[in-house]
């Protein structure tokens, strides 16, 4: 499985990003779907990711504030991220879970900055 992720950027605390993720290869072994982060000197997290029947699941962090949809159809997956503060600066990962070896799958990660 390939994944190509996309955004990112400067963004202002309050503000909002809206990250991107397309897997492509080996989509039908995907079972879930989803986003991690590592901010510097800190381990990587997750932030939310959603399953192939559509359970999603969030990081305490961005419960009320993170919204991550998909599309299967385009095996495309993409958070929307609201009310953005400087905790958020990290390196965002885009991440699948298969049913094949090697189970897990890392796209290129993509940095959101969030500061005035």
């Known amino acids: 499985v390939q994944l190509q992720a996309s955004g990112g950027g400067l963004v202002q605390p309050g503000g909002s990003q809206r990250l991107s993720c397309v897997a492509s290869?080996?989509?039908?072994?995907?079972?879930?779907m989803g986003w991690y982060r590592q901010a510097p000197g800190k381990q990587r997290e997750l932030v939310a990711d959603?399953?192939?029947?559509?359970?999603?699941k969030y990081a305490d962090s961005a419960k009320g504030r993170f919204t991550i949809s998909r599309d299967n159809a385009k095996n495309w997956v993409y958070p929307q991220m609201n009310s953005l503060n400087s905790e958020d600066t990290a390196i965002y990962y885009c991440?699948?879970?298969?049913?094949?070896?090697?189970?897990?799958?890392w796209g290129q990660g993509t940095q959101v900055t969030v500061s005035s």
């Open positions: 959603i399953t192939n029947a559509g359970t999603k």
């Open positions: 290869g080996s989509v039908n072994t995907i079972v879930t």
């Open positions: 991440n699948t879970e298969t049913t094949e070896f090697p189970y897990r799958y």
